[in-house]
């Protein structure tokens, strides 16, 4: 299994600005998962952090506005910048298990609501 | 990855039996389809994985048929709290990126 914390579990931030969600795994991963879920929607890929290189972001998700860290094997963060009320959503992390069982583990999300 | 396809929500009276189906006509040979659960302000849980025929556990029932085109989850004698989102995904099962479809978002009724 893996247990994940993400950093703020919530937020109410202004138009214009930035905010970084942290994510920290109890165990070393390779890929960490970054998602966003809009309100009601369903779960949006944003890009996969790899430990020593750079993200790889899905279509219509681009690194200026999404910057990733990924300093070591069990810590991530995400930064949302220039903040507008469409970025409004909740974000999770997510990795695989250690034992490759075939199972995503979320964390709890941290949801974000823009002003 | 392969698409997948389910009902948008499903309703059904606490004690019944519920199945929701999945479509995932486009398959690859070496994926999987797992199930999630999602209650509000959670992540996505897993609920059950299998490759073909059947598969039981202690939340589920996972039928696949011979062509693996489709699945069902199959959750007996439903309960208010599985009032939730249900994901069906085909993925090869690990160490790769996951796309998550529409979800069947299940109404338990007392």
């Known amino acids: 299994s893996a247990v994940i914390s993400q950093k703020p579990s919530r937020d109410i931030c202004q138009r214009g600005t930035s905010l970084t969600i942290q994510c920290q795994v109890d165990s070393q991963v390779t890929m960490m998962f970054w998602y966003r879920q809009q309100p009601g929607q369903s779960l949006t890929l944003i890009a996969t952090a790899n430990q020593g290189s750079e993200a790889t972001y899905e279509s219509g998700f681009v690194i200026d506005k999404f910057p990733i860290s990924r300093p070591n094997l069990t810590f991530s963060t995400l930064t949302v910048s220039n903040m507008s009320p469409e970025d409004s959503s909740i974000y999770l992390c997510?990795?695989?298990?250690?034992?490759?069982?075939?199972?995503?583990?979320f964390g709890e999300g941290s949801r974000l609501t823009v002003l | 990855l392969a698409k997948t396809t389910q009902p948008i929500s499903m309703d059904s009276y606490e004690g019944q039996e519920v199945n929701i189906t999945c479509s995932h006509n486009n398959i690859a040979t070496n994926d999987y389809i797992t199930w999630y659960q999602q209650f509000p302000s959670q992540g996505p849980r897993f609920i059950i994985q299998g490759y073909k025929t059947k598969v039981t556990n202690e939340v589920a029932s996972l039928f696949i048929p011979a062509d693996r085109k489709s699945s069902t989850l199959s959750l007996p004698r439903v309960s208010l709290s599985d009032t939730a989102v249900y994901y069906c995904?085909?993925?090869?099962?690990?160490?790769?990126?996951?796309?998550f479809g529409t979800g069947t978002k299940l109404q338990v009724i007392p």
């Open positions: 997510s990795v695989w298990g250690v034992v490759n069982t075939g199972e995503l583990f």
């Open positions: 995904l085909a993925d090869s099962g690990g160490y790769q990126k996951v796309t």
